[in-house]
T-cell receptor, first 113, second 109 residues
């Protein structure tokens, strides 16, 4: 689905650096989500947003910051990256928070050295 | 919060056989149960979903069953093909979507 795009696809950075992952959707979905995917844990919700300027914590929010100034964009920032944040990050969007299917982006593979 | 457990973690079947993946959830108020397929290096994609007012749903070779009393739901794939090889995730949703840890399905030709 080209309707949701993530950038960059791959990123290598060092501990302590700030890094921002971008997510853009063209469906005008109200809800957007950030997940991290780690072996043995499946997908875990970091943050979600119900609309522009409305964000809320998910299951594993520590160390992450989000913003949503426009409906179509939902960037995720690691303010001071740590090795434990090495993961694959997926952005998703949906019409409904809990009762509708979520559409995922292609993911960002982030490595923190 | 909701806790979703998924079994088995790996599953290998011969082409043409059936595959069954099972998930249990902890919150009886969960009311939406999607299944996602993720091929290697790709995004998760919804393959089927079921809501709490339905016991079973089928789409060609894929079916999902839900037992609300026992709080478990299952994915059934019949006549498996090599292209069914992927990681499958279940999820349960009440206030937030919680995913199982995934099942790596391998279909041997």
């Amino acid at each position: 689905d080209a309707g949701i795009t993530q950038s960059p696809r791959y990123k290598i950075t060092e501990t302590g650096r700030q890094v921002t992952l971008m997510c853009h959707q063209t469906w005008s979905h109200s809800y957007m989500f950030w997940y991290r995917q780690d072996l043995g844990h499946g997908l875990r919700l970091i943050y979600y947003s119900a609309a522009a300027d409305i964000t809320d914590k998910g299951e594993v929010p520590d160390g992450y910051v989000v913003s949503r100034s426009k409906t179509e964009n939902f960037p995720l920032t690691l303010e001071s990256a740590t090795r434990s944040q090495t993961s694959v990050y997926f952005c998703a969007s949906s019409v409904d928070r809990v009762k509708g299917s979520q559409h995922f982006g292609d993911g960002t593979r982030l490595s923190i050295l | 919060g909701e806790n979703v457990e998924q079994h088995p973690s790996t599953l290998s079947v011969q082409e043409g056989d059936s595959a069954v993946i099972k998930c249990t959830y902890s919150d009886s108020a969960s009311n939406y149960f999607p299944w996602y397929k993720q091929e290697l290096g790709k995004r998760p994609q919804l393959i089927i979903d079921i809501r709490s007012n339905v016991g079973e749903k089928k789409d060609q070779r894929i079916a999902v069953t839900l037992n609300k009393t026992a709080k478990h739901f299952s994915l059934h794939i019949t006549e498996t093909q090599p292209e069914d090889s992927a990681v499958y995730f279940c999820a349960a949703s009440k206030n937030d979507m919680r995913f199982g840890a995934g099942t790596r399905l391998t279909v041997k030709p």
